[in-house]
């Protein structure tokens, strides 16, 4: 009676024809010290002294608690010491093996540099993150492959970056956030999506980061629940303000995943954009086709987490508007929303389709 | 159903769980103020291992501004995506009716009627004057 067997890996979900491919992973360091060998002097005594200074108050900890420490998975502290997602054994347990994948996406999020006040820190800390992926992770794991996280708000250091790993087929992706201090489609970010496109490399923009703005419109809101769904919106400005300057147009073989921010709001944004481009466009000549062909040529989108209408039928509507080759599986482990591949995606959502949105898709965007 | 007999009532405080298996499922165990209960070890939402989770109480408010707790500990909370579970019952306090766990029997038994059995072995001596958790899976 005592003796509890280890709860059974149920393998890839049946519809996972394709592969399974998982878009949304987020590996943590134990502790700094492990970006250490990837620092000069200087900036680890920058770092230890003096901090990450994100642009936002509260900068020690989150400005919304998470409903969860780190924000995770109770289950997904590893046994052997360390925050969630840093013990690489324990991620394959959880994860690659429970499921079966063939292949992890690690977005790393905090601590990158990403967004870091610091002009200087966020530029040796996104490198470091990107020499700490390939050495505790991507050389000890064929099935994961790393983003190349970049100090998104100096352009020609993000430029650099992308350069020093375009070549390497262990990185996937170029990896932005959602919050950014100016909209993506502005002067300063195009040397960012100008040295992707000749990289053939897609760029992931993952929900969050902390732009020195308020997350909303009207300011600062007063819970967690909305700071959820602030994703969706930032989500809308970046995809709207890169459209309508005319990313698309520049960078015609751009391609950008919108990671964790939902996807419903699509179709609308979509549905406006068009409408008022019909009698502004001479305001924006540069844009030779409606928005919504930009957005559904260029634009991917994760599933978790999933819109859940109440009648199913309203999401496969949803997605048959922005493409069922658009629509890519996350599970963001090991975050408290992570989702299972197994019951995640609903099985109203017919069968070769779910194929395509477990694996076949990213197969076909990521291409290494 | 068999009766397991799954542990010695003082190796589960009150406020506390233990995981076991019996009829080839995870079961938790909690004790409430000395009462027994026993769910599965398996949201009904996304599979996550419940016992993984934290206990907590019922948050409610009668209108925005006023807000009352209870129930302290009597709630489990799914370690994945914060589902609340009434231990009493299995049921979720969000969708009592369609997302619920599956609950099973648990009593506390003296060695002594333990000894007329008939229940499944353990792995720890039952002594007459001794009680005991027992469960039905």
Redesign the interface.
């Given at each position: 009676?005592?003796?509890?067997?280890p709860?059974a890996s149920p393998g890839r979900p049946a519809a996972a024809t394709l592969g399974l491919v998982d878009v949304d992973i987020h590996p943590r360091v134990r502790d700094l010290s492990e970006f250490r060998p990837f620092l000069s002097e200087a900036a680890w005594h920058r770092l230890v002294t003096y901090g990450i200074h994100a642009r936002h108050g509260f900068h020690k900890g989150y400005p919304f608690p998470k409903?969860?420490p780190l924000a995770c998975?109770?289950?997904a502290w590893p046994p052997g010491g360390g925050p969630p997602a840093s013990d690489l054994p324990f991620l394959r347990e959880q994860l690659l093996d429970r499921y079966d994948m063939d292949i992890g996406v690690l977005n790393p999020l905090q601590p990158s540099g990403q967004g870091d006040v610091n002009d200087g820190l966020s530029v040796a800390l996104a490198r470091a993150v990107n020499e700490w992926q390939v050495e505790h992770w991507l050389r000890h794991e064929d099935r994961l492959r790393g983003s190349i996280v970049v100090p998104y708000e100096d352009g020609a250091a993000s430029v650099e970056e992308i350069r020093r790993w375009a070549g390497d087929p262990r990185f996937c992706q170029v990896l932005l956030m959602s919050r950014t201090s100016e909209p993506l489609g502005r002067q300063r970010y195009w040397p960012i999506w100008q040295a992707a496109a000749e990289a053939g490399l897609p760029v992931g923009i993952h929900a969050f980061g902390y732009s020195g703005h308020a997350m909303t419109n009207g300011g600062w809101p007063s819970f967690y629940v909305e700071e959820v769904q602030e994703h969706a919106t930032s989500a809308q400005a970046q995809v709207s303000s890169m459209v309508i300057e005319g990313i698309f147009e520049r960078f015609p073989s751009l391609r950008v995943i919108m990671i964790e921010c939902g996807f419903a709001w699509m179709p609308s944004l979509g549905w406006r954009l068009d409408a008022t481009w019909k009698r502004l466009r001479d305001e924006v000549p540069h844009l030779r086709r409606a928005p919504s062909e930009y957005l559904r040529e260029h634009v991917f989108v994760s599933t978790q987490p999933i819109e859940e209408p109440d009648r199913p039928e309203h999401l496969l509507d949803t997605i048959e508007w922005i493409g069922w080759d658009r629509i890519l599986f996350a599970s963001d482990y090991p975050h408290?929303?992570?989702?299972?591949p197994?019951?995640?995606i609903p099985s109203t959502i017919p069968e070769a389709k779910r194929a395509l949105i477990y694996g076949g898709n990213a197969r076909h965007l990521y291409r290494r | 159903m068999a009766r397991h007999v799954v542990a010695p009532v003082a190796e589960i405080p009150p406020g506390g769980r233990k995981v076991v298996e019996a009829d080839g499922k995870r079961i938790i165990i909690f004790n409430l103020s000395g009462e027994f209960f026993a769910l599965l070890d398996r949201c009904p939402h996304q599979g996550g291992p419940l016992s993984g989770g934290i206990l907590c109480g019922l948050t409610q408010s009668d209108a925005p501004g006023t807000y009352r707790f209870s129930r302290a500990g009597e709630f489990i909370r799914c370690p994945w995506h914060q589902w609340e579970f009434d231990i009493r019952t299995g049921k979720s306090w969000f969708d009592p009716r369609r997302t619920k766990v599956r609950p099973f029997p648990a009593a506390v038994a003296t060695g002594a009627e333990l000894a007329e059995g008939p229940y499944v072995a353990e792995t720890f001596p039952v002594l007459v004057e001794d009680a005991y958790v027992v469960l039905e899976a």
């Open positions: 009676m005592n003796l509890i067997r709860i409903a969860a998975r109770r289950d408290w929303d992570f989702d299972d197994r019951l995640a | -």
